[in-house]
Structures are given as structure tokens and as C-alpha cells.
Antibody
Framework: QVQLQESGPGLVKPSQTLSLTCTVS??????????WNWIRQPAGKGLEWIGH???????KYNPSLKSRVTISVDTSKNQFSLNLRSVTAADTAVYYC???????????WGQGTLVTVSS | SYVLTQPPSVSVAPGKTARITCGGN??????VHWYQQKPGQAPVLVIY???DRPSGIPERFSGSNSGNTATLTISRVEAGDEADYYC????????????FGAGTKVTVL
């Protein structure tokens, strides 16, 4: 059973970079044809897809965030990461990592981590 | 960009049937996926490819998709079904790729 776990700072100052890591267990991140995703959810609001990475390193981002987002993968650690630059209060949200088994939906999710942007 | 429209809320009595709709332009030609999210928890996939159930999801959960509306149906509703439900599609014409509906809060009376 694949498990995902987000980690990273819970508080980020405005204009700084939000950095999160998702550790995958129960399977190799590079063994399949999966897309590894970041999704966020502001308090009381819906889900927003941020972007994903394939184990080859190819990425795709939500156009609304593309100028500020980088997703990378470290296959040796079975992890993938999110960097979101120049954050504002509007980036305060629960951030989830999730797997798409290349079937255009998300079958495994991390528990989520709350990131607050505040000085 | 592609937009999915869900009712904000649906109320249902225990033992009855809840139907949650997801509207979109010609959504019937797309594959629709549904997630259940309980407070403080991550979403859980309950229906994929319109009507398939992942392992462990009760048969009470079913889905359909035709025309401009996809529907998640929960039969014999239980108190534990109270949650937010989100529909999702993959839209190749939109840079957003994965598009979510705004969610429907299901309240069990």
C-alpha cells in the first residue's frame, strides 16, 4: 500500500519561498508510470491542483501558479518537492501530495500539511 | 477553462438516497472522478471513471455520467457518509489539467 507524507515548515513569511517535501513509502517513486502531484486547499474552500512531476523529471503546472512554482523529484530518497516563491496570505492552505496512476485521478493522498503565510 | 458546477449542499435522511450532481459542458464525454472528504482529513477517491469503485468503497456508492451532468449516488445513507464531495475531471484543453468542482456538503439529517 502506497503511503505519502508531507513535511515542511508550517509558517512562511510573505514574499519568501514555501518549500514542502512528500515522502513516498510502500513503493518506489520511479518504478511505475505515475504522476506525483501537489494540491492545495484554503480553509473552508475547495481543492486546487498545483502541478505534477513524472519520474523522468517532466513537469506540468497550473497556469495560475506556473510563474512561481517548481516541483522536483529525488528518486534516491523516494521524495518529490514543491517550491512556491513570493508567497502571500492567499497561499495559506493545507497542502496535499497525491499520486495519479496515470489515469487522470488521484488514488493515494498524503494527510496534508497546513502552511500559514504570515509575518 | 472548463468549469464544474456542484450544488453547495445536499441534505438526506438516514437510509434514503443522496444524489450529488456535477455539471459541465458536455461532461458526458469526459471521465468523472469523485472524492469524499471528511473534516480534517484528506480526500478519498470513492468513484473513478464515472462509475468504478476503488477497493474498500461500499457498493452504496455509485456514479453515472451523461450529457451535461455527472451524478454521484449514495444509497442507504449512513451518518458516516456526512462529508464534502468533490467531482474532478481531466481537461486537456485547459492548462489546469485537473479540474475540481467546488464541492457539495452532504448533511445527514
Amino acid at each position: 500500500q502506497v503511503q505519502l507524507q508531507e513535511s515542511g515548515p508550517g509558517l512562511v513569511k510573505p514574499s519568501q519561498t514555501l518549500s514542502l517535501t512528500c515522502t513516498v513509502s510502500g513503493g518506489s517513486i520511479s518504478s511505475g508510470s505515475d504522476y506525483w502531484n501537489w494540491i492545495r486547499q484554503p480553509a473552508g474552500k475547495g481543492l486546487e491542483w498545483i502541478g505534477h512531476i513524472f519520474t523522468s523529471g517532466s513537469t506540468k503546472y497550473n497556469p495560475s501558479l506556473k510563474s512561481r512554482v517548481t516541483i522536483s523529484v529525488d528518486t534516491s530518497k523516494n521524495q518529490f518537492s514543491l517550491n512556491l516563491r513570493s508567497v502571500t496570505a492567499a497561499d495559506t492552505a493545507v497542502y496535499y501530495c497525491a499520486r495519479d496512476p496515470r489515469q487522470n485521478h488521484f488514488d493515494y493522498w498524503g494527510q496534508g500539511t497546513l502552511v500559514t503565510v504570515s509575518s | 477553462s472548463y468549469v464544474l458546477t456542484q450544488p453547495p449542499s445536499v441534505s438526506v435522511a438516514p437510509g434514503k438516497t443522496a444524489r450529488i450532481t456535477c455539471g459541465g459542458n458536455n461532461i458526458g464525454i469526459k471521465s468523472v472522478h469523485w472524492y469524499q472528504q471528511k473534516p480534517g482529513q484528506a480526500p478519498v477517491l470513492v468513484i473513478y471513471y464515472d462509475s468504478d469503485r476503488p477497493s474498500g468503497i461500499p457498493e452504496r456508492f455509485s456514479g453515472s455520467n451523461s450529457g451535461n451532468t455527472a451524478t454521484l449516488t449514495i444509497s442507504r445513507v449512513e451518518a458516516g457518509d456526512e462529508a464534502d464531495y468533490y467531482c474532478q475531471v481531466w481537461d486537456s484543453s485547459s492548462g489546469r489539467s485537473y479540474v475540481f468542482g467546488a464541492g457539495t456538503k452532504v448533511t445527514v439529517l
